[in-house]
């Protein structure tokens, strides 16, 4: 048995998940989060969990996080399709073709990021340490100290960085490592699906996730949010009360950058909603009514950015974890599935250094070597994905929707494309 501790630095999901991990193997870990309260983080939308990630989350978590995850995912999944910008079907995917497995860690689910890190926060009070804003790291030997902005610091073995696409602990590791601008924004939003409102919008709109491939510019993706299927108690058990009650859907148009208005990041939600509005004119009233029934308190605009692919580095007591390495653009629904797929097999490997079946560094490079594979193929989709919602010909738009038409007329490339909504 080999006896050594590990730093997290930043509570996102793919950290909290690995300190969930290692914690049960018995190995000391410690969480270090630039937030105060808990409720910072009560913002975000709707994320896809697909059958690596589930797995990955599975492997990660105690029993009963993990059944506190399947009891607060949405009970809203009918299906994936694809639409035109009229709101007809080019291929409708079925929920029983997208989950045909009875394996709780093969399915894909919808969750929201507000309740999944609330289940990733409880049981890790002890291990949690908030208003801890990282500033650098120092080595020294075997051991790694960590310096915080409020002059305190913390000492450990391996220093993991999981602090975001604005990594500061990347920024120290890999000076070298960019992100890029992909010439992509995107303006997001919720649109609050109120019993009332139930007829106001179609079917496909309030039951399954759709991409919606227009013959023009731009490109929509819509999403379902519905909440538990069980009823939750007042606070969760670290009293922290229960968010994201309300059911929504979920949408996210996107185009090139310069298309839109110099300014849009700092417009508000009620000017977003123009925007959008004017960019999808002569479009189904059903995808009008989506944006205008929005919160407009809930839109905002991002540049999509894409990180650069990184070559190995030299290991040494300091690593990154998703998003500080591999950030992708929202375009493939794969980020927090790499992320959770980076603390799985981060733990599976420190798990065997503590064991003493492999030395502490070379299960670190091992980690790394496999990571920058998979993670840096899941950035190269998602950049893909991004560039063709924005920049593809009328053609090209033309002769994909050809595509999607044969593949719901043709069941082995059905299958095919079922297969591809789990990678």
């Known amino acids: 048995m080999t006896s050594f501790s590990v730093m997290i630095i930043g509570g996102g999901i793919g950290g909290l998940a690995l300190a969930h991990g290692l914690?049960?193997?018995?190995?000391?870990?410690?969480?270090?989060?630039?937030?105060?309260?808990?409720?910072?983080?009560?913002?975000?939308?709707?994320?896809?969990?697909?059958?690596?990630?589930?797995?990955?989350?599975?492997?990660?978590?105690?029993?009963?996080?993990?059944?506190?995850?399947?009891?607060?995912v949405s009970t809203g999944d009918s299906g994936f399709g694809f639409l035109t910008d009229q709101c007809t079907e080019l291929l409708g995917l079925t929920e029983a073709e997208i989950n045909p497995s009875t394996d709780p860690t093969s399915r894909h689910y919808g969750v929201s990021r507000i309740r999944l890190r609330e289940i990733l926060l409880d049981e890790l009070d002890d291990v949690v340490h908030l208003g801890r804003n990282f500033h650098r790291y120092e080595l020294d030997?075997?051991?790694?100290?960590?310096?915080?902005?409020?002059?305190?610091?913390?000492?450990?073995?391996?220093?993991?960085?999981?602090?975001?696409?604005?990594?500061?602990?990347?920024?120290?590791?890999?000076?070298?490592?960019?992100?890029?601008?992909?010439?992509?924004?995107?303006?997001?939003g919720k649109y609050p699906l109120a019993p009332e409102r139930a007829s106001d919008l179609p079917p496909a709109l309030r039951t399954r996730a759709n991409i919606v491939v227009p013959r023009g510019r731009g490109s929509l993706f819509t999403a379902v949010w519905q909440h538990d299927r069980v009823d939750r108690p007042a606070a969760g058990r670290s009293g922290t009360p229960p968010y994201d009650d309300t059911d929504?859907?979920?949408?996210?148009?996107?185009?090139?950058?310069?298309?839109?208005?110099?300014?849009?990041?700092?417009?508000?939600?009620?000017?977003?909603?123009?925007?959008?509005?004017?960019?999808?004119?002569?479009?189904?009233?059903?995808?009008?009514?989506?944006?205008?029934?929005?919160?407009?308190?809930?839109?905002?605009?991002?540049?999509?950015?894409?990180?650069?692919?990184?070559?190995?580095?030299?290991?040494?007591?300091?690593?990154?974890?998703?998003?500080?390495?591999?950030?992708?653009?929202?375009?493939?629904?794969?980020?927090?599935?790499?992320?959770?797929?980076?603390?799985?097999?981060?733990?599976?490997?420190?798990?065997?250094?503590?064991?003493?079946?492999?030395?502490?560094?070379?299960?670190?490079?091992?980690?790394?070597?496999?990571?920058?594979?998979?993670?840096?193929a899941a950035v190269k989709q998602s950049l893909r994905n991004a560039q063709n919602a924005a920049n593809s010909t009328l053609l090209g738009r033309a002769t994909f929707r050809t595509v999607l038409r044969l593949t719901a007329a043709i069941p082995p490339m059905r299958r095919r494309m079922v297969a591809s909504l789990g990678r």
């Open 23 to 72: 914690r049960r193997a018995g190995i000391e870990v410690n969480v270090y989060e630039r937030t105060l309260e808990r409720t910072d983080w009560l913002q975000g939308y709707r994320i896809h969990i697909n059958p690596a990630g589930a797995h990955a989350l599975h492997n990660c978590l105690p029993p009963d996080a993990w059944l506190s995850f399947l009891a607060t």
């Open 141 to 188: 030997g075997e051991r790694v100290t960590a310096h915080f902005a409020d002059g305190t610091t913390a000492t450990a073995d391996l220093l993991i960085g999981a602090d975001g696409a604005n990594s500061r602990v990347r920024g120290q590791l890999l000076p070298h490592a960019q992100r890029l601008d992909t010439g992509v924004l995107a303006v997001a």
């Open 248 to 376: 929504y859907a979920f949408w996210g148009f996107a185009d090139a950058t310069d298309g839109f208005p110099p300014d849009l990041e700092h417009q508000d939600g009620a000017s977003l909603q123009q925007v959008v509005t004017e960019r999808i004119r002569g479009w189904s009233p059903a995808f009008h009514r989506l944006i205008a029934g929005s919160d407009p308190a809930t839109l905002h605009a991002i540049r999509v950015k894409s990180a650069a692919p990184v070559t190995p580095w030299p290991t040494g007591r300091v690593t990154l974890l998703g998003d500080a390495i591999h950030n992708m653009t929202p375009m493939a629904g794969v980020g927090a599935n790499t992320a959770l797929r980076d603390a799985d097999l981060l733990r599976r490997t420190l798990i065997a250094a503590h064991a003493g079946e492999v030395p502490l560094p070379a299960a670190i490079s091992g980690y790394e070597r496999e990571m920058l594979r998979y993670g840096f």
